[in-house]
């Protein structure tokens, strides 16, 4: 204690700008300490847990941790300056200076906390919600708000002549971004409205199809089937018809047409078709539950009897593997046991002799010519 004191009283003879660093770099290294042992021992609490949204959480505040130590370090060697050799106003800003880049962490720290805590939230939820683009920057900028608030309150800027600037330019502003507002807000309706989700896979009415992989404050991407990125504007989406195949289950009902001979036994197609299916059990998308069926539907044809397929599959992705197998299946079935798949015919009715007088090459004989008078 008096090595400290001591040390204390000889660091108060050093120049105010070695004075000023050594209590900054004095303060940030011990702030810095306290906050990596802080980390590291809830990081050793948190890997005995068998959730992984602590050690996201420690993971996201990390640096904005060591930023606001830094912050507090730097606020603390300021307000250790002498009143001599520091004016009152200088002071003041550097204080307002070193305030903000506390707040500034703290800001970002919290916002980050937010957004992985809904999205844990939401991913334990059975609507089937997605922490967004647009709504991770939305929570960013509702917590900038009141870290500006308060950075604008300690410089003693007054807030009422720059809302009535914005309130005479806002008309001029949103006429000029009409279309991007457009776009923001569509982009909130998708989002809210849970219709369509992170992930989903949709169709449009134009013939777009692909997953959502984000929407963002202007447009919806969507990765396509061919791993292609397509983008659409939030506007155009929100007034799409769209086709979710995802939502509200992914499981679907796959139909599979088939066509007989004429001469074939319905009963014993359909027989051997769903011994087919019931042995393809194991195949990964293919559920038993619902049952599968095979209708006499569309019915009869111009030269076969047209039946269908009914099996469900767990979701859209899976029907092409599921139906290049059970064709296969089902084909070898019909050779084996003897079941025909007709040609289309078309029967002719022509008229007696024309088919003979169409394929004899000498043709009629020509009528002979009226003897001319001289």
């Known amino acids: 204690m008096n090595f400290a004191l001591s040390f204390f009283d000889f660091s108060t003879g050093w120049h105010p700008a070695w004075r000023f660093a050594f209590v900054l770099a004095v303060g940030a290294a011990t ?3 306290i906050v990596w042992v802080g980390l590291r021992t809830l990081h050793r609490i948190a890997r005995r847990t068998s959730t992984t949204l602590d050690d996201e959480l420690l993971q996201a505040l990390r640096w904005p941790a060591q930023w606001t130590a830094i912050a507090i370090a730097l606020l603390i060697a300021i ?38 805590l809904l999205r844990f ?5 059975a609507a089937g919600w997605h922490v967004t683009t647009l709504t991770a920057a939305t929570i960013r900028i509702l917590w900038a708000i009141p870290g500006l608030l308060v950075i604008l309150n300690l410089l003693d800027i007054s807030l009422a002549p720059a809302l009535t600037a914005l309130g005479v330019g806002g008309i001029a502003v949103s006429l000029a971004l009409k279309d991007t507002l457009a776009n923001l807000f569509a982009g909130f309706y998708i989002s809210m409205a849970g219709n369509i989700h992170k992930g989903d896979l949709i169709k449009l009415d134009s013939g777009q199809q692909g997953f959502v992989e984000d929407v963002s404050w202007r447009i919806t991407t969507l990765r396509t089937l061919d791993n292609n990125l397509v983008v659409i504007p939030n506007s155009k989406l929100s007034e799409a018809l769209v086709t979710n195949y995802s939502y509200p289950s992914p499981q679907m009902a796959l139909p599979i047409p088939l066509s007989v001979s004429y001469s074939e036994d319905i009963d014993r197609v359909e027989q051997a078709v769903l011994e087919e299916v019931h042995a393809a059990a194991g195949l990964d998308g293919l559920l038993l539950d619902p049952a599968p069926v095979v209708r006499f539907n569309p019915g009869f044809g111009d030269s ?17 593997a599921i139906q290049d197998l059970l064709r296969r299946r089902i084909l070898a079935r ?8 007709p040609f289309p015919t078309r029967t002719l009715d022509l008229p007696p002799g024309s088919l003979k007088r169409a394929l004899d090459p000498a043709g009629p004989a020509p009528a002979s010519a009226p003897p001319q008078r001289s």
């Open 31 to 33: 702030l810095a300490l």
């Open 304 to 320: 076969s009897l047209n039946l269908t397929l009914v099996v469900h599959i767990s979701e859209f992705t899976k029907q092409f």
């Open 334 to 341: 019909f050779r084996r046991d003897g079941i025909s798949i």
């Open 121 to 125: 939230a939401l991913s334990r939820s």
């Open 79 to 116: 307000k250790d300056i002498e009143e001599r050799h520091l004016s009152r106003s200088a002071e003041h800003r550097l204080t307002v200076l070193a305030a903000a880049l506390i707040i500034l962490p703290l800001t970002i720290g919290v916002s980050r906390a937010s957004i992985i």
